[in-house]
């Protein structure tokens, strides 16, 4: 079978999970901690970065966009109305546009730094990083949340979807992000009534129950984290 090196906090990781689930494709998941810089690990994927798809003939694929177009080349232009990249051209630019923009500008400004002082530190050695949590980033990054908030509001505000008519990858990059920043309880929802309702239909979909069961040891999630209504 299959196999995924993932970690549950982070969001490419959970991206490419959503992208599993929904096109009802299995694999093993392997919880890789990237900062340990493993042998195999790194030959595997030389950049030592999540997540890393390996195939029953042991040949990887490594990162979330690489893995998402293989997927969709080999798995969602069978799946018609259930494909998460859309057949226009055009379409297709503004889903990975946006996809880029969940996974790779959010990441920098928001998710990656938040993820790092408040989970990944927790797991790592003195020597790997870890330790106390610096409160400079968590200023910067949070001061970003509400910029990113808006715009997700925006999305939400004038589309069926994120991307358009259609759930699409972009939807589920911008889910993935959040829903790490929700299990921090770093996303003040009555703030962002458009988005929630938004984030909730995406929410209560079968393919995200798995996350919603991810935890991090010695970080328990806000209480509303697994809640579908709240």
């Known amino acids: 079978m299959p196999t995924l090196y993932h970690h549950p906090m982070s969001s490419a990781s959970r991206f490419v999970r959503l992208i599993l689930t929904e096109y009802n494709y299995q694999v093993d998941l392997i919880e890789e901690q990237p900062w340990e810089k493993r042998r195999d690990f790194l030959a595997l994927n030389p950049a030592g970065t999540l ?3 390996v195939d029953d003939s042991m040949r990887a694929l490594c990162g979330a966009t690489v893995i998402s177009e293989y997927l ?3 798995h969602g232009v069978l799946k018609r109305d259930r494909r998460l990249l859309a057949e226009d051209p055009f379409q297709r630019a503004e889903i990975r546009r946006l996809t880029e923009w969940f996974l790779v500008k959010m990441e920098q400004d928001v998710t990656r730094p938040l993820a790092r002082e408040r989970a990944f530190k927790l797991q790592m050695t003195a020597d790997q990083g870890g330790g106390a949590p610096d409160s ?3 200023r910067t ?3 970003n949340i509400r910029q990113h908030m808006k715009y997700i509001t925006w999305l939400a505000g004038s589309r069926q979807w994120l991307a358009g008519e259609r ?5 589920l990059a911008a889910a993935a992000a959040l829903s790490v920043l929700d299990y921090l309880g770093e996303i003040d929802w009555n703030e962002s009534p458009i988005a929630k309702d938004w984030y909730q239909r995406v929410k209560s979909r079968p393919s995200f129950r798995p996350l919603l069961n991810d935890r991090v040891r010695g970080l328990t999630p806000v209480s509303h984290y697994a809640d579908l209504d709240f």
């Open 141 to 143: 990054a949070r001061a």
């Open 51 to 53: 997540p890393v798809y």
């Open 136 to 138: 400079k980033v968590l």
């Open 167 to 171: 759930m699409s990858y972009a939807d």
């Open 72 to 74: 969709d080349e080999t």
